[in-house]
């Protein structure tokens, strides 16, 4: 299989340049190997056709990727899928990573999503949760065992204490609503002149948070089975759905038609969509 | 019935000053008045003894009141609960003033949630909230509903866009998980000097939004009457209770003990109990 760098080169937008390399797609690499290493055969090979594995759209202004590795057959994964947006706009860029690893229905552990958001050199946005499963209100017992047992909320703090840290509000309150209380939700944002800082924040403090946070998921969430009834099981598995096609709607199929033609984001969508599992709405 | 100012120099700690008057507790007062003028006939006169209605410690240093109007019958209120707490301390006093209203399982609407708690002159926590009662990430309808069209967000950003705002996290991940995404949970800090500034935020910005808060409530919430199937209501019920029973192991087990003598806590606890209808754990 060619690597990422011959195939865009052999292609017809070869005059594209690659996504910059940036802090923010640095710690997205340290974290999919991470991922990748613990898994280890738990994890399928990549399953996207080149053309999605890496796409461009015809006016040269965005470059993407997207990988999606499906779960072995008896794993408790359900897939991995890791995407990088690069976008040239008037002022600059915007660049968006994501790192996710979804768990089946043979558990009810929490999967884990990371999401960088970077709109200038100087701020990005960070979500970085172990995202719930079930009702906590109604699961005290699993609030504790996934949320306070695992001190995750100490990471959380990590990061909000920084001086340049807000809490970011999604727009959609149902983003707010499937995200955790200890979820890493914030806006960083250093100012005028802030670059050198805030790589800085990316590369050290983000991405040392953003590794033990996904230990916490390695140890804690990615073995764990989970004795279930039918109607909890069925709960389970509407919530996720439920979950999974509201993300699709809010995030990828808001921002991907406005950055590519509409036959590449059409063809991206629809990979995701496979991953997820969720038809057209 | 005597008013609360007869009711406690008749007692044996007339000594005891009463709670000193402060912007938080004409906030408390002024929603009082709005819930009641508005909900009328539907809540009963008060039912709580009077040792309940006013109690204060043996050492003088801490005075206390609850009040509890319970649904009238046949209406979806179940209670309607008003506290307030003044205890000194060595450094000067806390004081903690709160208003609940509960709907009963006639409706799955949201409740009605306000608590101030001030341990300076110059700081305060918020927490303010439509509490929901049913997953919001299973049920993006009720969502919808009671958030999204209500647009209560916009009440929240009006708090945080104080530059003397931070997000306040309760230390508890149940507290957290119970509350919606639109929950106003803050901490006002007006740093050395500030407590002009304070009660300035407190009478103003925060008493409209409170009561546009309650406004939305009153206007979307009290009133409604929701079709459920048997299990809807058995799950709805189970939830209910559990948020109550936490809310109360969290909160009031924890803070009235520390501030009261044994036999005054446990019977004002013994008595929000009644209220919330959620046994000893």
Redesign the interface.
Known sequence: KPSSSSRASAGPDAAVAPAPEMPQREVARALAEQAVASLGPRLLPSAVPDDVAEFRNGAGNAVGSLDVRCGAPGSSIDFMMQSSLHCKVPNGAIDITSILVFLNATTDAPHFLLELIQGSPTSIVVVLDLL?RK????H?DY?QKY??NTQV?KQRAKI?ELPQAR?YRSPS??V???C???AIMVSIDCGQGGEGTLEEIVSERLATVAKEVLQIWLDCCADSIAEMDAIERD?LV??DQ??RS?SIEVDLTANLPRMFDPDVSSRVISEIRKAFGVQES
């Open positions: 719930p009702d906590l209100a109604l005290p609030l949320y306070e909320d909000e809490p309150l149902f707010r609503s499937a955790s209380p200890t709960c509407e919530r439920i979950v509201k």
